[in-house]
């Protein structure tokens, strides 16, 4: 069965600094998917990363997807506060079953 | 269109009774999702439904649970008797087809006293 890891689960950071969220999952995913939850909110979807190599940007945030190294990334850039929210990555087992990784609660301080 | 809509949005009810969550799809979506949020198990697939016919019920916890989808445009998520371990945010989301991102509702806080 699928099983999606994330690290690390919880992240610090300085405004401006840059650093990467890491998404390792076990068995062949057919699509891989960022989202973002603010506290008490819902899930709302970042990226879609449909293939091998595939990179996607949306303002600071960069996710990007190598498969055969059963790897997705998240990379931020020159952090700022509005950031500070939970990363979940997800992956789907056959298709339609999602299965989400334990989320990384990103803090950016000041 | 509004989204994937979920009621109520906080319920608060005693251990042993019946609660029912539920959930208005985003029309024309085929796919919905019930999940169950929780600190310590994070983010659980409970039941997935397509063209409202239940398809994968593996994650239901207990008989207690149960879930239907009368139509496209309507879902519920019942729980008889209600257990304070049952106390987490449950989520409903719809996708448009299969294998596509999934679009996720505002989440009923559950809290069984």
């Known amino acids: 069965e699928l099983k999606v890891e994330q690290n690390p689960l919880f992240l610090s950071m300085q405004e401006g600094k840059n650093y990467t969220i890491y998404c390792n999952y076990s068995?062949?995913?057919?699509?891989l998917y960022w989202y973002r939850q603010d506290p008490g909110k819902s899930l709302e979807s970042l990226f879609v990363?449909?293939?091998?190599?595939a990179v996607k940007q949306e303002g600071r945030l960069m996710a990007s997807l190598d498969t055969k190294a059963r790897l997705s990334t998240l990379h931020i850039t020159a952090a700022v506060h509005d950031l500070s929210a939970t990363y979940f990555c997800a992956g789907t087992a056959g298709t339609y079953k999602y299965i989400f990784g334990t989320g990384t609660r990103l803090k950016v301080l000041a | 269109d509004a989204g994937v809509i979920q009621s109520p949005r906080h319920e608060v009810t005693e251990m042993g009774q019946e609660v029912t969550l539920r959930c208005k799809p985003i029309?024309?979506?085929?796919?919905l999702f019930w999940y169950r949020q929780t600190m310590m198990r994070g983010l659980e697939l409970l039941i997935y439904?397509?063209?409202?016919?239940?398809?994968?019920d593996s994650g239901m916890p207990e008989d207690r649970f149960s879930a239907k989808m009368p139509n496209a445009s309507f879902s519920t998520l019942k729980i008889q008797p209600s257990e304070p371990r049952d106390s987490a945010v449950y989520f409903c989301?719809?996708?448009?087809?299969?294998?596509?991102?999934?679009?996720f509702g505002q989440g009923t806080r559950l809290t069984v006293v």
């Open positions: 990363l449909l293939s091998n190599g």
């Open positions: 029309s024309g979506h085929n796919s």
């Open positions: 068995t062949t995913s057919d699509r």
């Open positions: 439904f397509n063209n409202n016919v239940p398809i994968d």
């Open positions: 989301a719809s996708s448009p087809e299969l294998n596509t991102e999934a679009f």
